[in-house]
């Protein structure tokens, strides 16, 4: 059974909303043959909970989402789960990271993979998305987190890193066509096409779950 | 990332501010600062020459040229050869 850890902090209005999409993610790897979810929610995400997490359960995969800078992937109250210089960086080696948070994929995100993590898929700037409601049927919404939560579901679903990363930057492009095309909307395409050209996969491409 | 925005860029984004849904909210996954702005927010940042509003001014200003010179087209399709 190959676990993979869910960090997702719920004490804002963005991590509740982002809290609601994660769930669908993690329903979808739990029907998975041979996978499991371990799910640290709300005040749960704390760095202390998820090293724990890591020696009970050895994950394959830890996907991070919340909130973060270039240095910092944070948890509960935006306190940091995994800082830049910081020891705990080693808990990730041979492990495959996915972090749906704004900016560290600048410098956490090379820092990991040269401490020995098998790869990284986040954002080397800002993550933006829009919303237009408060549910997981927010056509806006939908429009950045499904390519941005597919690469979770794809690497769960076995598919490579880079394999994964292409999906997602093709689910994203799709959906800017379709705003270029249909809605001539610039608010949401300017905001698809910074999230897709900030979009970065490092370390092992060719990795699996 | 500091830059002078004309008058004329600021009435522009803004007019589209104006004419686009209301009821949306723009979010942005960082850990300092308002995290989650309204269409009025941006507005009202727009006008007082915030550094967020200059951002978004900007990046709105470099996107409509990256439209216009094709280059957002070919990203598309860069992508969608991958």
Same mark, same amino acid.
């Given at each position: 059974m190959k676990k993979i850890i869910l960090t997702s902090p719920t004490h804002d209005e963005d991590t509740q909303f982002l809290s609601a999409w994660i769930s669908d993610v993690a329903d979808y790897i739990d029907g998975l043959h041979n996978r499991s979810v371990v799910r640290l929610n709300g005040e749960h995400a704390t760095q202390e909970n998820l090293t724990q997490s890591i020696i009970d359960h050895d994950p394959r995969m830890i996907m991070f989402n919340g909130h973060g800078n270039s240095l910092m992937i944070g948890g509960h109250n935006d306190l940091p789960l995994v800082s830049s210089q910081d020891e705990s960086v080693q808990n990730f080696s041979g492990r495959i990271?996915?972090?749906?948070?704004?900016?560290?994929?600048?410098?956490?995100?090379?820092?990991?993979?040269?401490?020995?993590?098998?790869?990284?898929?986040? !954002?080397?700037?800002?993550?933006? !998305?829009?919303?237009?409601?408060?549910?997981?049927?927010?056509?806006?919404?939908?429009?950045?987190?499904?390519?941005?939560?597919?690469?979770?579901?794809?690497?769960?679903?076995?598919?490579?890193?880079?394999?994964?990363?292409?999906?997602?930057?093709?689910? !994203?492009?799709?959906?800017?066509?379709?705003?270029?095309?249909?809605?001539?909307?610039?608010?949401?395409?300017?905001?698809?096409e910074w999230n897709i050209k900030h979009h970065i996969a490092k370390g092992n491409l060719a990795a699996t779950i | 990332m500091t830059v002078d925005i004309s008058g004329k860029e600021k009435a522009l984004v803004i007019a589209r501010l104006k004419s686009s849904n209301q009821s949306r909210k723009l979010s942005v996954m960082a850990p300092d600062g308002i995290k989650t702005y309204t269409i009025k927010d941006i507005v009202k940042n727009i006008e007082s020459d915030s550094e967020m509003g200059k951002r978004y001014v900007q990046e709105q200003m470099d996107f409509m040229r990256r439209i216009n010179s094709g280059e957002v087209y070919k990203l598309i399709e860069e992508i969608e050869n991958l």
């Open positions: 990271i996915h972090a749906l948070v704004c900016s560290a994929g600048h410098t956490l995100g090379q820092e990991l993979v040269d401490s020995g993590a098998d790869a990284f898929v986040g !954002y080397k700037d800002l993550f933006y !998305y829009w919303q237009a409601g408060n549910t997981t049927d927010d056509s806006d919404a939908k429009l950045f987190l499904e390519p941005a939560l597919h690469v979770s579901k794809a690497l769960s679903d076995g598919v490579s890193v880079g394999d994964a990363f292409k999906q997602s930057q093709k689910m !994203y492009a799709k959906n800017l066509k379709a705003a270029l095309s249909s809605f001539g909307d610039s608010e949401v395409s300017q905001k698809l | -």
